[in-house]
């Protein structure tokens, strides 16, 4: 529900209906799938625990990793609005759910329309994650792509508590890294030593210390976003 609150100010009233909507706590196992490519899925799912990737495999095996999913994210958005998934998610870590029906949230919607409101915020975040995707995997070179990426994680995870200033686990092995970034194993490591090397992060084990925040954001050219607040009407306030 994090990303929601981001988005608007709710107020208790409001609050109250959102949970009321919630159906369930799920816990996913990990490795498990939750989205299934070519089937549908109807359900939102507010991620409160764990992580799990959004990918597509190709027919020659190959995989491409669309978004790396962290608490405070939305399952089942936006595939939820078409008739079948285009991408699969999968847990990898036991995961914590909070869930609610599609058809529940549309109602919603109709009754109170500020949660509309909220999905088009969400939609706009996610447009412009995938445009920076796209950035990343056409024309920044390998070690900008893994310096930016390395921001928006650090970024993403401080919105929801999981991250200091300048540090923060991360949870994702090389292989998931790697395909998220267009990159073989081996030529991630280069790339990460190369940064360690310029002395703009340090790591241990998968604790990443960024050193250099304002030289590694100028490498990446990593302008972060801030979601404006949805404005409500005075009467409304």
Known sequence: ?????????????????????????????????????????????????????????????????????????????????????????????????????????????????QFGLVLSWLAAQEAAGYAEHIVNIGRRRPIERLAHLLLELHERLSQVGRATETRFDLPFSQEIMADALGLSVPHLNRVMQQLRVQRLITTDARRIELTDATALQSLAQYEPLGLAPIALPDRLS
């Open 1 to 113: 529900m994090a990303r929601l609150t981001q988005a608007m100010k709710l107020r208790a009233a409001d609050l109250a209906s959102l949970e009321a909507l919630f159906e369930r706590d799920v816990t996913v196992g990990k490795r498990e799938e939750l989205v299934i490519h070519g089937s549908p899925f109807r359900s939102l799912c507010f991620v409160k625990d764990g992580y799990a990737i959004r990918y597509r495999v190709l027919r020659s095996g190959r995989r491409q990793i669309l978004k790396l999913i962290l608490p405070g994210d939305v399952i089942g958005f936006p595939v939820s609005f078409f008739d079948r998934s285009t991408y699969t998610v999968v847990a990898l870590t036991e995961m914590t759910c909070t869930v609610c029906s599609l058809e529940s949230y549309i109602l919603l919607c109709y009754e109170q329309p």
